[in-house]
């Protein structure tokens, strides 16, 4: 196949493409409907231009029916006076419209079976014209109906699909939603139990339990050691002589010191 043909053939496939989106079947069948009418239309005055040329016919016939009536009663007068002569010519003229009046006769015989043709023709086409229309807005009121639903489904699946997609949406926001709330109840869960306190909080609260500590820890070194001073002299007392030991005065014992005192 050479390059033109192959052009040739594809330009033909989408031009027959086009018309076919753009052909609208309502406006075809109303186009042909029309075109109907355009044809009886026609016939119809087929069939009155074949009347009136017979009725021009009957006309002639009548008026030459009419003359040779007339030539007989001139033939009649003729003979009555005497002159044959004249009844003879007459009798000839009126010879020689009976040869018009038959040729007349068998034009109005063919024009009335024409007209009678034509008259038969036309109303079988304006029977079928008449079914035609029917038949188109049978087929037009179909075809806006099937029309109706294609939109209807076309924007029916376009709600579905975009309710698919606003039901994916409204999932992750659901998702998104019970992540934020397992976060916050982890959040709350470790702010109550001590772990995401204020660090500035937790900074003060250490300075002052290492300070109590060291206080305490203070107080117990120095009641050991007053303890352990006032045991010695006991066992010193008890070593040199039988005497009473002196009752050895214990040694105060520090106070914990407080942050005024300390100040």
């Known amino acids: 196949m050479t390059l033109m043909k192959r052009f040739s053939l594809i330009f033909r496939a989408k031009a027959d493409k086009a018309l076919d989106r753009a052909e609208d079947p309502r406006?075809?069948?109303d186009y042909s409907y029309k075109r109907q009418l355009e044809l009886l239309t026609k016939v119809r005055r087929g069939v009155a231009d074949v009347a009136t040329s017979r009725k021009r016919v009957e006309l002639q016939a009548t008026q030459l029916q009419q003359q040779a009536d007339k030539l007989t009663q001139?033939?009649?007068?003729?003979?009555a006076m005497g002159r044959e002569d004249l009844a003879r010519e007459a009798l000839t003229r009126k010879s020689a419209l009976s040869s018009q009046q038959a040729d007349l006769e068998a034009q109005r015989a063919q024009l009335q079976g024409e007209e009678e043709k034509l008259t038969l023709a036309s109303q079988r086409l304006q029977a079928k014209v008449e079914s035609f229309r029917t038949q188109k807005e049978t087929i037009k009121a179909k075809y806006t109906a099937a029309e109706a639903q294609t939109r209807i489904n076309e924007a029916f699946s376009g709600i579905s699909e975009e309710m698919g997609d606003v039901g994916m949406a409204?999932?992750?926001?659901e998702d998104k939603t019970a992540q934020m709330q397992a976060r916050a109840g982890a959040i709350d869960e470790l702010i109550a139990s001590g772990a995401l306190d204020?660090?500035?909080?937790?900074?003060?609260?250490d300075d002052i339990s290492?300070?109590?500590?060291a206080m305490s820890s203070q107080s117990d070194v120095e009641s050991e050691l007053a303890a352990l001073k006032a045991g010695t002299q006991q066992q010193a007392l008890g070593a040199g002589d039988s005497t009473p030991p002196a009752q050895v005065e214990a040694a105060p014992v520090a106070?914990?010191?407080t942050e005024e005192g300390r100040a």
């Open 170 to 173: 409204v999932q992750r926001a």
């Open 255 to 257: 106070e914990p010191r």
């Open 74 to 79: 001139q033939a009649q007068k003729a003979l």
């Open 198 to 205: 204020d660090a500035t909080a937790i900074n003060r609260g």
């Open 210 to 213: 290492r300070e109590l500590d």
């Open 27 to 29: 406006e075809t069948l």
